[in-house]
């Protein structure tokens, strides 16, 4: 916009226009920058080593001296441990939501720009993906490569691209036809361009608010590998994994297995809270 | 004068399949179509829904493909469609939608929209983009103070107000509007069609434009061409086609319309639906329906002919020689 004419919409101060989220969004991010910060700064601020023994303080409760989320069976520091897991599980949540979004997206647009044979070949890897049972193919593919950090981040990024493929293929075909996209490109605008400028700004909302729906999933697909032991592997930790090793302690030391699974909780909810807030923020129709 | 757009033969098939396993029916859209635009010059293309108008649009423009036939536009050929070159030309011509707010990028400022054609064609430096888009906005009536505005926040007529400024942005030769005002309200439809009037008159581009409504083409066009499942039944100057409608099918839609002061009795009441695209009848495809049809028009397809100077028709019983009888 270069024209100065932006009289007509006065800008809000910054600080009312903070006010103006809702509490549990504003929960939300605060939360999600919590995260962000532990899984930053683990090593600064994690209190001891994540294999750090404390043979005579095992099984400690909260807020035992020393040791604020207790300890598990081997006398590490649940806290520790914690802040490391937020940090491993976050990658790959992260990476591996974007990952599959970004896959997904391409896909979808590439079927819905060159129809075809494309675009039958998108739908018939969608469709075989959706009917694989995901956690099955994972097991081979991580009991034969055995497990790293890299594979996992790119084998959960294959989890869910087909529903962004098909989300972005629909749009981009309806937009299309009888659409906004179908006068652009009769504006004369090339593909990246239509595609880019005009579409993916206009599909992003759907696409965020699947993002937000993947990013728990893939938590707890994680969550479930390496409960399974071929997810992350010990003595490096997850949510999930601290989640499975804590089940046989749930009825003498609840804690080792709560922290986690609360942190788990309360990300995924906030990622939802934020995800569909931003859905409603990004849509110029929406204010 | 030479023409700015030359169409010959033009044809396009659509496949329709009934049911799952059903046969695929072809159903000619636009059949053998010919016609010709001069620089400055407006033609009004008229028919009932289904007639093939749109599609005939979009393939003036070179949007939907010709399965048949050619479009010369300013003496070359259409480039292939999709081509930088085909691309290239959309400077030249542009197109003007029924429902501007579907055409309009509901995320962008109305400013940003009708900039886009400069950016596209890289016209100009940043800072004349901006002052054209200023003065494109004062020409079509628009305020500047809604420059930021986005298409839902403005009316029907002020988004195609928005259409046609960035449909003219980048000065084109040639605007196909495919019924830019049936979506409007009677009184917003007078002030588009003026404008588009005004707009022509200042800038000499010529004009396609397709409508049901007969009324807007006469007051706008300067010659009309009937269309009837897919091909042109009558074509002439505006104001004698409508005050002497040859073709059976041109009187009928004439008389539909209504004038104050006549009575509605010497109407011609058409008798039935139009007949299926995919089950064309026979010979003259609209015997049918035609009050003056004759066994001959049953067997014969009758060729579009020039019955008199400027104007010509496709019905055995408006002969060359005879034109009165029919009128």
Not at chain 1, 79 to 106: C, P, Y
Not at chain 1, 224 to 245: C, H, I, K, T, Y
Not at chain 2, 23 to 40: E, H, I, N, Q, Y
Not at chain 2, 177 to 189: G, H, M, R
């Amino acid at each position: 916009m270069t024209l100065a004419l932006d009289e007509t919409r006065p800008r809000r101060p910054v600080l009312s226009r903070l006010a103006a989220i809702p509490a549990t969004v504003g929960f939300g991010f605060l939360w999600l920058g919590f995260m962000a910060v532990c899984a930053l700064f683990a090593d600064l601020i994690r209190p001891y080593d994540i294999t750090q023994m404390d043979l005579m303080a095992r099984l400690a409760p909260p807020g035992s001296p020393g040791h604020w989320l207790g300890t598990d069976e081997l006398g590490r520091d649940v806290l520790s441990r914690l802040i490391q897991s937020i940090r491993v599980s976050l990658v790959i949540a992260f990476g591996a939501t974007i990952l599959s979004a970004l896959f997904g997206t391409t896909l979808g647009f590439l079927a819905a720009q060159f129809r075809g044979w494309v675009e039958h070949l998108v739908v018939m890897l969608a469709d075989f993906q959706a009917a694989l049972p995901f956690l099955i193919m994972s097991l081979a593919v991580l009991a034969f490569f055995g497990s790293s950090m890299w594979l996992l981040v790119c084998l959960m990024g294959f989890y869910g691209w087909e529903r962004y493929a098909r989300i972005a293929r629909g749009l981009a075909i309806s937009a299309g036809a009888q659409g906004y996209a179908a006068a652009v490109v009769q504006l004369g605008a090339t593909p990246s361009r239509v595609y880019l400028r005009h579409i993916l700004p206009n599909v992003a909302s759907t696409l965020i608010v699947s993002m937000t729906l993947t990013f728990p999933e893939i938590i707890l697909m994680e969550s479930g590998l390496s409960f399974l032991g071929l997810g992350v592997q010990p003595p490096e930790s997850s949510l999930g994994n601290m989640v499975g090793f804590g089940r046989e302690y749930l009825t003498t030391a609840p804690w080792v297995m709560l922290a986690p699974a609360v942190v788990i909780m309360l990300t995924t909810l906030s990622i939802s809270l934020v995800g569909d807030w931003l859905r409603d923020r990004l849509d110029p129709t929406i204010r | 004068m030479t023409p700015i757009l030359e169409a010959r033969d033009l044809v396009r098939i659509y496949e329709t399949r009934e049911g799952l396993f059903g046969k695929v029916t072809p159903v000619r859209a636009v059949d053998g179509v010919s016609l010709a635009v001069s620089p400055g010059e407006t033609l009004g293309i008229v028919g009932e829904s289904g007639s093939g108008k749109s599609t005939l649009g979009r393939m003036l423009l070179g949007v939907d493909p010709a399965q048949g036939g050619e479009v010369r536009f300013g003496g070359a050929p259409m480039p292939e469609r999709r081509t930088p070159a085909w691309r290239a030309l959309r400077a030249r011509m542009q197109m003007v939608f029924q429902d501007p707010l579907s055409a309009l990028d509901r995320r962008l400022t109305i400013a940003d929209q009708i900039r886009e054609p400069l950016d596209i064609h890289r016209v100009g430096t940043p800072e004349e983009r901006a002052s054209r888009v200023a003065s494109l906005m004062r020409n079509v009536g628009l305020r500047p103070d809604q420059a930021g505005r986005y298409p839902h926040e403005l009316s029907g007529g002020q988004r195609q107000r928005v259409v046609i400024a960035r449909a003219l942005a980048t000065d084109p030769a040639l605007l196909v509007c495919d019924e830019p005002v049936s979506a409007l309200d009677v009184s917003i439809q007078a002030q588009v069609v003026n404008l588009l009037r005004d707009l022509q008159e200042t800038t000499g581009l010529a004009m396609v434009f397709i409508s049901h409504d007969l009324k807007v083409v006469r007051n706008l066009c300067d010659r009309v061409a009937v269309m009837y499942l897919g091909r042109i039944v009558e074509e002439g100057p505006a104001e004698a086609l409508f005050a002497r409608p040859q073709h059976p099918y041109t009187q009928a839609l004439v008389s539909s319309v209504p004038v104050p002061g006549r009575p509605l009795d010497s109407r011609i009441i058409l008798q039935g639906e139009p007949p299926n695209p995919a089950a064309r009848p026979s010979g003259c495809a609209f015997h049918s329906r035609c009050p003056v049809a004759e066994p001959m028009c049953r067997g014969a397809v009758p060729g579009l002919r020039v019955t008199a100077p400027g104007r010509a028709s496709a019905c055995h019983l408006v002969a060359g020689a005879a034109p009165a009888s029919a009128a």
